[in-house]
């Protein structure tokens, strides 16, 4: 079998530039009307040997849209444009780059700061549609355990449908930049992840607690899970990182595990 070659100029562009080189073309494909929601993309082949890339890149863009929402992957059917609304705008991309160069601590004390309280409010507002979206990415990181880069897709649409479910727009334009941020910085460093098991608990805890409107528990559990979190991506990169404050102890849970 014939090895694949890696493009010259993947040698002095960065991972974030060639990802972004997949999106754009995806964006044009969409725009142009060449395909549409619903339809399936070109063979992964054709559009690495079209965008002068490896396969190995295109994948990277590939997983960065699917996570945003754009693309879904079907095992042995290709991936197709997903027929949802539209989410390759500016309002989610464009600030990805003034986004580069935040330190991760940085990251998760905005996260810590902003998404609990998301969370609180999803589980005040989210309609049966929110919470059927959010049981079934639990589900799917459960099924992808063993792989990291499939696991982290469906981390990045769980938190993505929390905002939603919040009910507020201007908090899902934010979430929007963190959820790519998150993405595009974790996907180079999940694959070291060593206990994805904890983290799929963690967020099945969260769904519990937004599926049972319980907005103070849907705010302590995220918060504990962003801690937790915070101190295994530390663990993947070897960077020490600023203490955050631990959060309150959680309000008792009685619902059983299942």
Request: no cysteine; net charge negative.
């Amino acid at each position: 079998m014939k090895k694949e070659v890696r493009e010259p100029q993947e040698e002095v562009t960065g991972h974030s530039q060639l990802t972004m080189q997949v999106v754009e073309h995806v964006r044009s494909l969409i725009s142009s009307g060449e395909v549409h929601p619903g339809d399936r993309l070109p063979p992964e082949r054709e559009l690495a040997r079209k965008l002068k890339i490896s396969r190995s890149s295109l994948r990277a863009g590939i997983g960065f849209l699917s996570a945003m929402g754009v693309l879904k992957s079907r095992h042995g059917a290709g991936t197709f444009v997903s027929s949802g609304p539209p989410a390759l705008d500016s309002s989610s991309l464009s600030v990805l780059g003034a986004l580069h160069g935040f330190l991760p601590w940085q990251m998760f004390e905005a996260r810590l700061v902003l998404e609990s309280n998301v969370a609180a409010l999803a589980a005040e507002r989210a309609t049966d549609e929110h919470i059927a979206e959010l049981a079934e990415e639990v589900a799917e990181m459960y099924a992808s355990l063993t792989d990291p880069q499939e696991y982290l897709i469906h981390d990045v649409r769980f938190h993505r449908t929390i905002a939603r479910a919040s009910g507020n727009p201007i908090l899902g334009a934010l979430m929007e930049t963190i959820t790519a941020n998150l993405y595009e910085y974790r996907s180079k460093t999940v694959a070291k992840a060593q206990d994805l098991k904890e983290s799929a608990e963690m967020h099945r805890e969260i769904y519990r607690a937004i599926r049972s409107h319980n907005p103070a528990q849907a705010r302590v559990t995220m918060e504990q899970h962003l801690n937790l979190a915070r101190v295994a991506q530390a663990s993947e990169t070897e960077v020490e990182l600023p203490a955050v404050s631990e959060p309150a102890d959680a309000p008792d849970d009685s619902t059983p595990v299942g």
